[in-house]
C-alpha cells in the first residue's frame, strides 16, 4: 500500500512539473497539427467532400465566382443573373479572396478560403487567450474548440476573425506589436464584411475609445487602429457608403418590401442567451452554468484575490455582462414595437440588422469559459484543474465535434451520400450534367436564359449559364415585380409561398402550388408538375429562353414549352427536364 501511493505521488508530482512546463511552452504548433487532421479528407475526397449547401454553395459563393469572372473588368452589372445585377447588390463577404476564385477552380479556392479561415481562427483565439491568461493550455484547448465551430468560411472571418482583432487592440493598448497590429486588421478588413461583423467591432472599439477618454487616458495607437479599419472598410464598402451618405443608388432595391418579423421578447433572448443564432453557432449552453458558479465563487471570495486576479474576475465579469447584453439587444431588434417601427421605414432603417452582435457570441463564450478558468488556473495541484477545465468544456467540445465540417467529411469518406444524405460538392454542381444540357441547347450561354422549377439556379450559375432567377439580399425591385408576375397564379395556389416571395424575395425562383419554394429536389424524388400555371409570356419578356426542372411538366406542349429530355449522370443530384420557351 504505502509503496502503492509513493509510486501514485511520484506520478502525481511528475504530472504537475510536465504540466507547469507546458502550460509556459508555446503550444501554437497545436493549430498546424489539428488543420492537418481536419482538412486531410477534402485532399482524400476531392470535390466528392462536403459542404453546408444552404446561404454557402447555393447564393454565398457565386458572389466570389462572379466577381472573380469580372475581375480584369469595370462593369455596372453582373449579366449572369436576374436580368442584369448591379455590382452593389452581389458583393462577396471578403473581398480578399476574390482572386483566389479566379486563379483556382472554385472548389480548390474555396477549400483555401476554409483553411484561411481556420488558421485565423485557432490563432486569433490562441494569441488572444494566451495574453489575457499566460497559459498555453487553456489557449491552445480555448482556440483547438473555436476553429473547429461551424462558422461558414464563406463569411470570412467575419465570426472566426473576432479574436484575432481583439489580439490587436490588446497589442495596441499595450503599445506593442503595432505593425504586426495593423498589418492583421488589414487582414481582418479585407476578410470581413461591413454589415456583417464590421459595424459591430467598430461600435465596442469606438466605446473603448470614449472609456479612454472619460478617464483622461492617452493612446494615439489605439485611435489610430480605430480609423486604420474604418478606412479599410469605407474603401471596401466604398459604393454602399456613397448610397447610404448621399443617397446616390441606381435602383431602389427589393428589400424595400421586406417585412421584418415580431418574436416573443423574452422566449427570443432566452433563445439567444443559450443557443447564439444563425450563422454563428456556438455550441456554449453546457458552458452557462460552469461560468455562473465561478463567477458567483469568485464574488465570495473576491476579496482573497491578488490584483491580477482581481482584475481578470472584473474582465470575466464585465464579459457576461456584455455576453447577456447582447441577447437582449436581439430581444429588442424582434420586439413588435420595434419590428413595427422598422417596417414603416423606408431604406436603410428598414432591412438594416442591429442584432448581428450575436455573431460575438463564438468567440464571447469561449473567451469567458477561459477568463473563468484562469481565476483558479496558477498555484498547487495544476493537475486536478487542467482536469476539471477539460471536463466543464467536454460537453461543449462533443456538441462541437458533432457539428463539425470534420465530422461531415469522416462520415461521409466512411459511408457515402447513400448513408449520410449529405450532397457532395461535385453532385451538387453536376458540372458533366450542365455540360449535357449545354450541348442539348447548342448555343452560346450568354446568348441565351434559363430558368428553374424545383431546383437551385447556383449550379447553372457555376458552369457558366446565364440565368433569368437567382438568389440575391439586393436586387432591384422592379425586377422582383416583373419576375412576379410568371408566378403569379401559382402563388395563388399557396399563401405561405406566396409571403415567402412577397415579404422577402431574395430567392427570385419559379415557385409553385406544388412544390413550394422548394429548391433542392433532387433526381430520386420523381417529381411531376400538373396544371402548371406559369405566365410564359411575362417569361419571355425577362428574356428566359430554357427552363430547368427538376419534375416532369404534365402537357407542356399545351403550355407553349417544347419538351427537350430528360437528363441526369451518375454523379448528379439533380435530374432536369429540359424545356424550350
Not at 509510486?7 to 498546424?32: C, F, M, N, Q, Y
Not at 473581398?95 to 483555401?112: E, G, Q, S
Not at 432595391?253 to 454563428?280: C, D, I, K, Y
Not at 411575362?538 to 429530355?565: H, N, Q, T
Amino acid at each position: 500500500m504505502e509503496k502503492g501511493m509513493f509510486w501514485l505521488k511520484k506520478i502525481h508530482l511528475r504530472l504537475e512539473t510536465v504540466l507547469g512546463r507546458l502550460d509556459a511552452l508555446p503550444l501554437w504548433w497545436s493549430g498546424l497539427l489539428l488543420a492537418g487532421v481536419v482538412f486531410l479528407p477534402y485532399v482524400l475526397m476531392g470535390e466528392e467532400s462536403v459542404f453546408p449547401i444552404h446561404d454557402q454553395l447555393d447564393e454565398t459563393l457565386m458572389t466570389y465566382v462572379l466577381n472573380a469572372r469580372h475581375l480584369a473588368e469595370t462593369i455596372e452589372q453582373f449579366p449572369e443573373l436576374l436580368g442584369g445585377l448591379p455590382v452593389s447588390g452581389f458583393q462577396p463577404s471578403a473581398v480578399l479572396f476574390i482572386p483566389l476564385y479566379a486563379l483556382m477552380p472554385a472548389f480548390a479556392a474555396f477549400v483555401v478560403q476554409y483553411l484561411t479561415v481556420f488558421l485565423a481562427g485557432f490563432f486569433g483565439m490562441y494569441l488572444c487567450v494566451k495574453e489575457l491568461t499566460k497559459s498555453s493550455i487553456l489557449a491552445a484547448v480555448t482556440a483547438g474548440a473555436f476553429c473547429m465551430l461551424p462558422l461558414p468560411p464563406i463569411y470570412g472571418l467575419s465570426a472566426a476573425g473576432v479574436p484575432l482583432l481583439l489580439w490587436c487592440f490588446l497589442c495596441l493598448h499595450k503599445k506593442r506589436n503595432i505593425l504586426m497590429s495593423f498589418l492583421l486588421i488589414l487582414f481582418f478588413g479585407l476578410s470581413t464584411h461591413l454589415v456583417l461583423i464590421g459595424y459591430v467591432v467598430l461600435g465596442f472599439w469606438g466605446l473603448a475609445l470614449l472609456f479612454q477618454l472619460f478617464k483622461r487616458r492617452k493612446n494615439g495607437w489605439l485611435w489610430l487602429g480605430f480609423v486604420w479599419l474604418m478606412a479599410v472598410y469605407v474603401v471596401v464598402n466604398r459604393n454602399l457608403f456613397v448610397e447610404l451618405v448621399l443617397g446616390r443608388s441606381s435602383y431602389v432595391s427589393h428589400r424595400e418590401e421586406l417585412v421584418n418579423g415580431a418574436m416573443p421578447f423574452w422566449n427570443t433572448v432566452a433563445e439567444v442567451f443559450l443557443n447564439s443564432a444563425q450563422h454563428a453557432d456556438s455550441y456554449h449552453k453546457a458552458l452557462i452554468l460552469p461560468i455562473l458558479v465561478i463567477l458567483a465563487a469568485g464574488g465570495i471570495l473576491y476579496g482573497k484575490m491578488g490584483a491580477d486576479v482581481r482584475k481578470r474576475y472584473k474582465m470575466a465579469l464585465a464579459g457576461l455582462l456584455i455576453l447577456m447584453g447582447i441577447a437582449l439587444l436581439y430581444g429588442f431588434c424582434k420586439w413588435q414595437p420595434v419590428v413595427d417601427f422598422k417596417n414603416g421605414c423606408e431604406g436603410f432603417l428598414r432591412y438594416f440588422q442591429l442584432e448581428r452582435f450575436y455573431w460575438l457570441y463564438p468567440a464571447g463564450w469561449l473567451l469567458e469559459f477561459a477568463l473563468c478558468c484562469t481565476l483558479w488556473w496558477g498555484g498547487r495541484h495544476r493537475t486536478l484543474k487542467v482536469l476539471a477545465a477539460v471536463l466543464l468544456l467536454l460537453p461543449t467540445l462533443q456538441e462541437i465535434k458533432m457539428n463539425s465540417y470534420l465530422y461531415m467529411s469522416v462520415n461521409q469518406l466512411n459511408n457515402g451520400s447513400g448513408i449520410t444524405g449529405y450532397v457532395t460538392w461535385k453532385s451538387y454542381y453536376a458540372e458533366d450534367l450542365m455540360q449535357e444540357l449545354e450541348d442539348a441547347i447548342g448555343k452560346d450561354m450568354a446568348s441565351i436564359k434559363v430558368a428553374h422549377l424545383g431546383m437551385s439556379p447556383a449550379p447553372a450559375l457555376m458552369h457558366g449559364f446565364y440565368t433569368a432567377d437567382g438568389y440575391s439580399n439586393n436586387y432591384p425591385l422592379e425586377y422582383k415585380h416583373r419576375f412576379r408576375r410568371v408566378i403569379e397564379r401559382e402563388l395563388e395556389k399557396s399563401p405561405e409561398t406566396a409571403g415567402y416571395f412577397d415579404t422577402w424575395g431574395s430567392r427570385c425562383y419559379l415557385f409553385n402550388g406544388a412544390t413550394g419554394n422548394a429548391w433542392m429536389l433532387g433526381k430520386g424524388q420523381r417529381i411531376v408538375y400538373e396544371n402548371l400555371e406559369l405566365d410564359l409570356s411575362a417569361l419571355k419578356e425577362l428574356g428566359c429562353d430554357y427552363i430547368f426542372s427538376c419534375g416532369e411538366i404534365v402537357g407542356a406542349e399545351k403550355l407553349g414549352l417544347e419538351p427537350m429530355g430528360y437528363f441526369e449522370t451518375q454523379d448528379s443530384y439533380w435530374g432536369v427536364w429540359l424545356y424550350g420557351l
